[in-house]
């Protein structure tokens, strides 16, 4: 694994996570102004632009606290103020708890219950766009406020494609983004041709669903694409299932990283499903070790690379960001995270401009 790639993954998890916790005023909130270490980091400073927030915190990280925040249950990070963080909660239609897994939204307080709206596939009835966004404002924020959560970040909703009514999830199907500050985090699920869970003996883990380009663009990538685009979700969950041989589970490169992030503009968090890299090597075969399983996971999102000076035309010097992902080849990294680019073949974006270039030794 990669130190480059993990900061990449981190950044984009601090991110929705600085996002959520910028004005909270009930705990677990990160950046207490009663503890003065917290006035000399610049992740603090809620005037600064996100991005530099979180890449300052992500430069302050060691190899092994970035290592710790890529599970759903994040470790507290005691030196710099960061509590834990619980990726996972469940919001189908209404705030959701379950005592078999552990959840980013407790009922152990002043609110011991939420409301359960009409299922998803009944809401979706009414043709009302407007109702959907009357619901997320009055699911789980009131909850974090009370202190009876460390997360919140919502796993939902599903928007896989219904066709076969023998899909028992089928009724989970249709068929946000508050002010400058994120206040609860959608996840779209699940990416992409996923409506199997158990026919005939083939189960959804294993499932290779065979898809033509033409049949994916047009009736399972559009509800995805809207989600990011016009839904401005923060999260995409990746499903168990392969496409066309290759998993889903957060490992297809061209899914992820070109059209998600690269057509669609897609600029939050990528999670799998529950232990979905692990099922990349036991069940799938894909990855031949566990650790392939993980880097295959690592590679398949577009590493982000940030220089804080480069030469211009002109001979002058300026900060700038760009972007170098691999087209055959991922980078490596050294110990201390300088970076090691490999030879092969790479695209260079700056601004709108994007261009593939050779590196050779």
Not at 183 to 188: L, N, P, R, Y
Not at 197 to 205: A, I, L, M, P, S
Not at 332 to 361: H, T
Request: charged content about 20%; overall charge neutral; some cysteine.
């Amino acid at each position: 694994m990669k130190p480059p790639t993990l900061s990449v993954l981190y950044l984009i998890h601090l991110t929705s996570l600085l996002l959520i916790l910028a004005e909270s005023t009930q705990p677990p909130f990160s950046c207490d102004t009663s503890d003065p270490r917290t006035k000399s980091y610049l992740f603090c400073k809620t005037t600064l632009p996100i991005t530099q927030r979180a890449q300052d915190l992500v430069s302050r990280l060691t190899l092994d606290e970035k290592l710790s925040q890529l599970v759903n249950s994040a470790s507290p990070i005691p030196r710099l103020g960061i509590p834990a963080y619980q990726w996972w909660s469940e919001a189908l239609h209404g705030v959701a708890y379950s005592l078999r897994v552990t959840q980013g939204i407790r009922f152990n307080g002043t609110i011991q219950s939420a409301t359960s709206f009409p299922q998803v596939i009944l809401t979706a009835a009414c043709f009302d766009a407007h109702l959907w966004y009357r619901i997320a404002q009055a699911k789980a924020r009131a909850i974090y406020n009370a202190g009876q959560a460390t997360g919140m970040t919502f796993w939902a909703p599903n928007i896989n494609i219904y066709r076969d009514p023998r899909w028992g999830r089928g009724q989970e199907t249709p068929g946000g983004k508050l002010g400058q500050h994120l206040q609860a985090s959608a996840c779209c699920k699940h990416f992409t041709a996923y409506d199997l869970d158990n026919w005939k003996g083939v189960k959804r883990y294993v499932f290779n669903a065979k898809v033509s380009l033409q049949d994916l663009a047009d009736t399972y990538q559009p509800p995805f694409q809207s989600c990011i685009q016009q839904g401005k979700a923060s999260g995409i969950m990746c499903a168990y299932n392969r496409v066309n041989g290759v998993p889903n589970s957060a490992a297809d490169y061209n899914l992820l990283s070109k059209t998600a992030r690269g057509q669609w503009g897609f600029n939050g968090y990528i999670t799998s499903d529950c232990d979905a890299v692990a099922i990349i090597h036991e069940d799938q075969g894909y990855g031949k070790l566990p650790e392939d399983a993980v880097a295959d996971v690592l590679k398949a999102v577009r590493q982000l690379v940030a220089f804080q000076s480069v030469n211009l035309n002109a001979g002058e010097r300026a900060d700038v960001e760009f972007e170098l992902r691999p087209c055959e080849h991922l980078s490596s990294a050294k110990k201390d995270g300088s970076m090691v680019i490999e030879e092969g073949s790479y695209l260079l974006s700056i601004g709108d401009k994007e261009s593939e270039i050779q590196v050779v030794k």
